[in-house]
């Protein structure tokens, strides 16, 4: 027995290696079996679901053509000094879409939040151009049009990170922290009519762990930004308030406090987060769709002077939206006027939310009609934007250049300048159309072709900055958008932070505004 035993030990060590290349193969086969659930799809594939997976620490990096480049830079490349940012790994309890796995029944379930992670957060693919269900043509184009919920920001913005070229692991190396939670989503599960605790709790809870993270102490948060893709003031629910309200106390806790945050308005009176658009229908994978589709807004035909969109409120709580519907309604009659009404419960929602049926009616008027809703500022003033139609304001809150301060300045200009006379905006005071001062149809009426084609122009120049690319694929060409400007700005207040300046929030105080809101 002992002559044979380096015999039987060679037998031995060759069994073992082959269990050892065996499991190293079929763990090679599984590694790649999962990257492939996050390549980027061709072009053909109209519907991908994207599993949000929050408690993976890196995902694989998209696939791509073997003649494309790779999406990360490389880990010592100039272009991403200054611009490293880190991804913070969320523990799997605060992935409010953890149930939203490709093949699960919640996709077929209108009442299911799944519905935004198709597509990487822009919902499903609109079909080719033709007409829109109903007999009516159709201007949207057969690419880069999605019927995307307006509360879909923190999807997409999501995507765009995971492929973001600068990511790193070491939060010390990173010049920003990003933190992939879904405040706005979590909170609608319970948004309005639930008691506070329950509204709260969640993300407390959330807060209380991010706080307590290393990557937190250095700075106190100061170099932490997120996404929450609700208004201001649906996460400033004053403490003490009772129970038959909405919304919670997100934004008001001292932790989120020393954040930058994202939304889709910001309290211009005092500053505390910072307003970026609303998600539109539109979301190019190239420039040239870019140009395609402003040259098409630029020439569509536009039989109405005006158009409007949007559901009247119960009990008449906001005045100037049912004198606009009084005054549509009647010009609608002399063809003067195209009209949305939203009103009649869930099949007006599901008519002002077909993006067919929006972009078409804003496409066919010279004026979009922007009274404010349940807050100053809205989604259908960046649809107005994109289908080229002028919008027409009735507060100053309401206006882009008091809400996006970081996307509505032409490049080279800002707010400040006082020579920026662009003009692709009308604003009317409220109170002069309820008093009977002013009639709309007469004011947009002394509006010349001329003066119309101008201020269309602008408009459609600005279509790129308040769009947000197809997050799945490698954008061909040179172009910011609404993603690019505000990683811009994010990143340079944080290497003011971690300079040492006291870094405070644009407009604290807007006396102009506090007089004409």
């Not at 999962?34 to 998209?62: H, N």
């Amino acid at each position: 027995m002992e002559a044979h035993y380096p015999k039987y030990l060679l037998y031995g060590l060759i069994i073992l290696g082959s269990w050892l290349l065996s499991s190293l193969l079929h763990f090679q086969f599984f590694h790649l079996s999962l990257s492939s659930s996050f390549a980027v799809p061709r072009r053909s594939a109209t519907l991908v679901a994207l599993p949000v997976a929050l408690d993976a620490k890196f995902l694989p990096s998209p696939a791509v053509e073997a003649d494309d480049r790779r999406w990360s830079a490389p880990s010592s490349s100039p272009l991403c000094e200054g611009r490293y940012v880190h991804m913070v790994n969320l523990p799997s309890r605060f992935n409010v879409l953890r149930d939203c796995v490709e093949g699960s029944p919640l996709f077929d379930n209108m009442w299911s939040w799944c519905a935004i992670t198709v597509n990487g957060g822009l919902g499903p693919e609109i079909g080719p151009a033709g007409n829109s269900g109903d007999g009516e043509t159709s201007i949207i184009p057969s690419t880069g049009w999605y019927s995307t919920d307006q509360y879909s920001l923190e999807v997409i913005f999501h995507n765009r990170m995971r492929r973001y070229e600068c990511l790193t692991d070491d939060p010390a190396a990173a010049t920003a922290v990003y933190v992939p939670y879904y405040p706005a989503i979590e909170l609608h599960q319970h948004l309005c009519g639930f008691n506070t605790t329950m509204r709260d709790g969640p993300s407390s809870e959330f807060l209380r762990w991010l706080s307590s993270r290393p990557a937190w102490a250095a700075h106190g948060g100061r170099d932490h930004f997120m996404v929450a893709a609700k208004t201001t003031w649906m996460f400033r629910r004053q403490p003490g308030g009772n129970d038959e309200g909405c919304g919670n106390n997100f934004l008001g806790q001292p932790e989120s406090g020393n954040m930058s945050v994202l939304t889709y308005e910001s309290n211009v009176w005092a500053r505390r987060d910072f307003a970026v658009p609303y998600p539109s229908y539109f979301h190019p994978s190239s420039a040239g769709e870019v140009a395609a589709w402003q040259a098409r807004a630029r020439a569509a035909p536009r039989p109405y002077l005006f158009a409007f969109a949007g559901a009247r409120r119960p009990n008449g709580t906001l005045a100037i939206r049912d004198r606009v519907f009084d005054v549509c309604e009647a010009a609608a009659r002399r063809g003067r006027c195209g009209i949305l009404d939203c009103s009649h419960g869930l099949e007006g929602s599901i008519t002002c939310r077909t993006a067919q049926k929006v972009a078409s009616l804003f496409a066919s008027a010279r004026f979009c009609l922007q009274p404010r809703g349940d807050s100053f500022m809205r989604r259908s003033s960046i649809d107005s934007i994109m289908a080229g139609c002028i919008p027409v304001f009735f507060h100053r809150i309401s206006t882009l250049k008091k809400q996006y301060l970081w996307h509505e300045p032409e490049p080279g200009r800002s707010n400040d300048d006082g020579d920026d006379d662009r003009q692709y905006y009308v604003l009317i005071n409220s109170d002069d159309v309820l008093e009977g001062r002013v009639d709309i149809e007469k004011v947009l009426s002394r509006y010349t072709d001329e003066e119309v084609a101008a201020m269309r122009e602008e408009l459609i120049k600005m279509i790129p900055r308040f769009m947000y690319k197809d997050p799945r694929v490698r954008f061909e060409g040179d172009m910011k958008d609404a993603f690019d400007i505000a990683m811009d700005q994010v990143l340079e207040r944080m290497r003011r932070i971690k300079n040492g300046e006291e870094v405070g929030w644009k407009d604290e105080s807007d006396e102009e505004v506090a007089n004409d809101s």
